[in-house]
């Protein structure tokens, strides 16, 4: 089983919708959780960071992790066209960063 | 500009000629990695250096090489490069730890 599970979508809503995006993870010694997101031909960026159990906004965007449930969620609110790209869950082993497969998101005018 | 480079950014080769794609940041990181990714595979962790002269394997090493000389430094060497290196490849750096990485453009290498 891999550490990391995302659905890869693709994801089509229309702008303004709220877009959820998860990720589950089976090693409970993972402390860090991050959200990557990735434009066509681009390198990843940081979007989102978070350390503990609970929420965490910024903006549009709310970070969500679970710990007891080994979920995390990233929340969109008043999704944009810009916002079309694909998002990268990650955890942090200590050594190295643990990537979801990444989610494709199309927001639509 | 606070950046990691990379070059060549896109590079297309014969099988076991041997290559090396170059990676520098500018910020005085310690943490650098490199990674590959592939269509529904995702990112893959290929190698990655604590700091000077310290590397480590990642998921995917084989066939693979990397040094780390310089802090600000870490190449990729593919000693006899063979088509199943055809990949979209990035390097990234972080100040200390492997989290809040900075990743570079990326580098397009096709192996024929």
């Known amino acids: 089983q891999k550490e990391v599970e995302q659905d890869p979508g693709p994801l089509s809503v229309p702008e303004g919708a709220i877009v959820s995006l998860n990720c589950t993870y089976s090693n409970s010694a993972f402390q860090y959780f991050m959200w990557y997101r990735q434009y066509s031909r681009k390198g990843p960026e940081l979007l989102m960071y978070t350390y503990s159990s609970g929420n965490k906004e910024d903006g549009r965007f709310t970070a969500q992790v679970d710990k007891s449930s080994k979920y995390i969620s990233l929340f969109i609110r008043d999704s944009q066209p810009s916002d079309s790209a694909t998002y990268l869950c990650a955890m942090d082993s200590g050594y190295a960063l643990n990537f979801g497969k990444g989610t494709s998101l199309l927001v639509t005018p | 500009e606070a950046q990691v480079t990379q070059n060549p950014r896109y590079l297309i080769t014969v099988t076991g000629k041997k290559l090396t794609v170059t990676c520098s940041q500018n910020?005085?990181?310690?943490?650098m990695s490199w990674y590959r990714q592939d269509p529904g595979l995702g990112l893959r962790q290929i190698y990655y250096s604590m700091n000077v002269e310290v590397t480590d394997k990642g998921d995917v090493p084989e066939g693979y090489k990397v040094s780390r000389k310089e802090k600000r430094n870490f190449p990729l060497i593919l000693e006899s490069p063979s088509p199943n290196q055809t990949s979209l490849y990035f390097c990234?750096?972080?100040?200390?730890?492997?989290?809040?990485?900075?990743f570079g453009p990326g580098t397009r290498l096709t192996v024929l």
């Open positions: 990234a750096s972080s100040l200390s730890s492997p989290d809040e990485q900075f």
């Open positions: 910020m005085n990181h310690e943490y």
